[in-house]
T-cell receptor
Framework: AQKITQTQPGMFVQEKEAVTLDCTYD???????LFWYKQPSSGEMIFLIY??????QNATEGRYSLNFQKARKSANLVISASQLGDSAMYFC???????????????FGTGTRLLVSP | DAGVTQSPTHLIKTRGQQVTLRCSPK?????VSWYQQALGQGPQFIFQ???????QRGNFPDRFSGHQFPNYSSELNVNALLLGDSALYLC???????????????FGPGTRLTVL
């Protein structure tokens, strides 16, 4: 079974600084996808960034980038130039699915709470 | 373009009662997945619906059931509620690619269920 581990329960960063949120994963499937979601206190899970296991380059989306190290099975999220509005829970997730069925589900880590201070 | 919508936003029930939660997927999405998120935890997969059928189910008892309608909207029903069913219930929708593979899942705001 696939597993996602987020070892940082909480992280603090000052506004305008960069921060890295850690995520390691475990899977025996050579084809997989990794996602990061942001969950503000309102509860909605907001999709941030996606990395496919066969993607040659690290994914980037605006201020978000994914530091994908396949050999180490890590997919860390880097947020550059932090803003007060970045304060939220951040979840790393892996897409798990049965081949040739079209079915896929997400397996989530326990999350990291990020607090951005002025 | 409306995103995923869920109703109601909050719900309070007592043990033993039944509850129905509703979800409308993002425009163009045909697959709906339901997740349960207990306090302080990551979401846990309940089940997924595609073409009005349950495609896969997570480790949840039969008290949890669902339905998908021809317009792709979905319902989650929970019978004989327990205190432990108190959680945030998230609905996620995704499009199915031509090869039959689902794409990125987009989540709704969730329904917060409290069982007393």
């Amino acid at each position: 079974a696939q597993k996602i581990t987020q070892t940082q329960p909480g992280m603090f960063v000052q506004e305008k600084e960069a921060v890295t949120l850690d995520c390691t994963y475990d899977t025996s499937d050579p084809s997989y996808g990794l996602f990061w979601y942001k969950q503000p206190s309102s509860g909605e899970m907001i999709f941030l960034i996606y990395q496919g296991s066969y993607d040659q380059q690290n994914a980037t989306e605006g201020r978000y980038s994914l530091n994908f190290q396949k050999a180490r099975k890590s997919a860390n999220l880097v947020i550059s130039a932090s803003q007060l509005g970045d304060s939220a829970m951040y979840f790393c997730a892996m897409r798990e699915g049965r081949r040739n069925t079209g079915f896929q589900k997400l397996v989530f880590g326990t999350g990291t709470r990020l607090l951005v201070s002025p | 373009d409306a995103g995923v919508t869920q109703s109601p936003t909050h719900l309070i029930k007592t043990r033993g009662q039944q509850v129905t939660l509703r979800c409308s997927p993002k425009s163009g999405h045909d697959t709906v997945s339901w997740y349960q998120q207990a306090l302080g935890q990551g979401p846990q997969f309940i089940f997924q619906y595609y073409e009005e059928e349950e495609r896969q189910r997570g480790n949840f008892p039969d008290r949890f059931s669902g339905h998908q309608f021809p317009n792709y909207s979905s319902e989650l029903n929970v019978n004989a509620l327990l205190l432990g069913d108190s959680a945030l219930y998230l609905c996620a929708s995704s499009p199915t690619k031509l090869a039959g593979v689902t794409d990125t899942q987009y989540f709704g705001p969730g329904t917060r269920l409290t069982v007393l």
